[in-house]
């Protein structure tokens, strides 16, 4: 990925996906941080999840089997993940490991249950996307979303050890762009126009974008072509 290539997706992203909106009310309505052991945090993520497509967390179970899943795992995990200030490209293997690890732990947990054609009833959980969304919201410095499609096409797995090589993958991702730009990790939300994105969040909207709704930033050469149009208007509206 290219610095260029990033600028585009991501401009791309707010207005094809809608997620912004639905990010700033959530939010509004949990404040600076997410809080598992909040009802009405829970909630709030709960029907943030539903309106990002996940509809594994069926509205009924929102305060039953989605919380206190949830609570459960918060439990054992959050105390252990890195502090909302601490940034994914700040962790050690170590570090990464654990993170890989309380999301396999999330992944598996109850979301829901189904009732089936036959009458039949079986356990949902919170699945690879709903995890990774999860701890997107608790923590968004650090964890980055993703989906079956970007999944897919990156080829890594559902599981802790593809999501270890995705936050790998992304950490790798961002100290090159930040190389590239000549400016630190931190500035290129605000480089690329997305200031209320964080780091992470940028990879995801590049992936979004690239790898689920196949649409891919212009070539060099078209670039530079449009950059000669750029040049021919100008010296148009300098000399009508």
């Excluded at 290219?2 to 009310?25: H, I, M």
């Excluded at 999860?134 to 079956?148: H, I, S, Y």
């Excluded at 897919?152 to 762009?177: A, C, I, K, M, W």
């Amino acid at each position: 990925m290219k610095l260029y290539e990033l600028a585009y997706c991501c401009r791309l992203y707010g207005p094809f996906s809608g997620q912004d909106r639905r990010l700033n009310e959530l939010r509004e309505r949990v404040g600076a941080s997410l809080d598992p052991w909040h009802p009405e945090h829970r909630t709030a993520l709960f029907q943030w999840l539903n309106r990002w497509g996940c509809r594994q967390f069926v509205r009924q179970h929102h305060s039953t089997t989605a919380s206190e899943s949830l609570v459960t795992w918060a439990e054992s995990w959050l105390g252990k993940l890195p502090g909302p200030p601490t940034h994914l490209t700040d962790l050690s293997p170590s570090d990464l490991d654990l993170c890989a690890d309380a999301y396999d732990a999330l992944r598996i947990s109850l979301a829901s249950h189904r009732t089936l054609e036959d009458g039949r009833v079986t356990p949902v959980t919170y699945g690879p996307a709903g995890a990774a969304k999860t701890l997107f919201a608790l923590r968004p410095n650090v964890f980055p979303p993703w989906d079956e499609e970007i999944r897919d096409r990156l080829h890594f797995s559902r599981d802790r050890t593809g999501f270890r090589q995705y936050l790998t993958d992304v950490v790798n991702t961002l100290r090159e762009l930040s190389s590239e730009a000549g400016l630190p990790i931190a500035a290129l939300p605000q480089l690329v126009g997305r200031p209320n994105s964080s780091p992470p969040k940028l990879v995801d909207e590049y992936n979004w974008v690239f790898w689920t709704k196949r649409c891919r930033p212009p070539a060099p050469e078209e670039l530079f072509r449009w950059t000669e149009w750029v040049e021919r208007a100008q010296a148009s509206d300098a000399h009508p």
